[in-house]
């Protein structure tokens, strides 16, 4: 896309800059996960990233499809939605020292890029069976699927081991003063404000 000409004119434009944008973000998804297999050491969320691979393999090559149903070339252009994801993705990982709590980032991390993914395919199947091109809507349907029910195994993993393990290690820190302090009152509910005496006499 040049910086100072308009190239999208025409629905048909808007669709295939989309399609363009969501190839190179399933390339580049595909070049993330292997860094993410490797920092996890939760078996379950382990293998749900390899088989998410491999399944985002397949969602390329479906994508290739599309492209020569459309009779053109496969070609990415540069995403810098997916980038930011990412990239936001590799340096919390950077930050994080503790493996559990690395499981619960990994998971946060891979449901935003699957979010992403989603709202693009809604995009494509829209503006595809809008432009008439139901032929190619299959595929995005078959990727649509793959990506809600990574997004829900996610959630469900999470949930159910993920987040439960990592909050047992939080160890609450030792007060530093060794001075008892008596248990703060609990706060009072906020009284009604009476109207001021101007304003009743006025009712
Ligand atoms: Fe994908
Ligand atoms: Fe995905």
């Known amino acids: 896309m040049g910086f100072?000409?308009?190239?999208?004119?025409?629905?048909?434009?808007?669709?295939?800059?989309?399609?363009?944008?969501?190839?190179?973000?399933e390339n580049q998804i595909t070049k993330a996960l292997p860094g993410m297999i490797e920092k996890a050491t939760d078996a379950q969320l382990r293998t749900g990233f390899e088989k998410h691979l491999a399944e985002t393999e397949g969602q390329v090559h479906r994508l290739r499809q599309v492209f020569e149903l459309l009779e053109t070339e496969p070609k990415g252009d540069k995403c810098p939605?997916?980038?930011?994801?990412?990239?936001?993705?590799?340096?919390?990982m950077s930050e994080i020292g503790?493996?559990?709590?690395?499981?619960?980032?990994?998971?946060?991390?891979?449901?935003?890029?699957?979010?992403?993914?989603?709202?693009?395919?809604?995009?494509?199947?829209?503006?595809?069976?809008?432009?008439g091109r139901t032929d190619v809507v299959p595929m995005f349907k078959a990727n649509l699927a793959e990506?809600?029910?990574?997004?829900?195994?996610?959630?469900?993993?999470?949930?159910?081991?993920?987040?439960?393990?990592?909050?047992?290690?939080?160890?609450?820190?030792k007060p530093k003063s060794t001075v008892r302090r008596k248990t703060p009152k609990a706060a009072a509910p906020a009284k009604a404000k009476r109207p001021a005496k101007k304003a009743r006499r006025r009712a």
């Open 4 to 25: 100072f000409t308009k190239d999208i004119k025409s629905l048909n434009d808007l669709f295939m800059h989309g399609l363009q944008d969501l190839y190179y973000a």
């Open 98 to 131: 503790d493996e559990d709590v690395m499981n619960v980032g990994l998971v946060a991390a891979a449901q935003a890029v699957e979010h992403y993914e989603i709202t693009r395919y809604g995009a494509l199947i829209a503006w595809a069976t809008e432009l």
């Open 81 to 92: 939605a997916i980038e930011g994801i990412l990239k936001e993705g590799r340096d919390l």
């Open 147 to 173: 990506e809600k029910a990574t997004d829900q195994k996610l959630t469900q993993l999470a949930e159910r081991r993920v987040n439960p393990k990592a909050e047992k290690t939080d160890k609450p820190s």
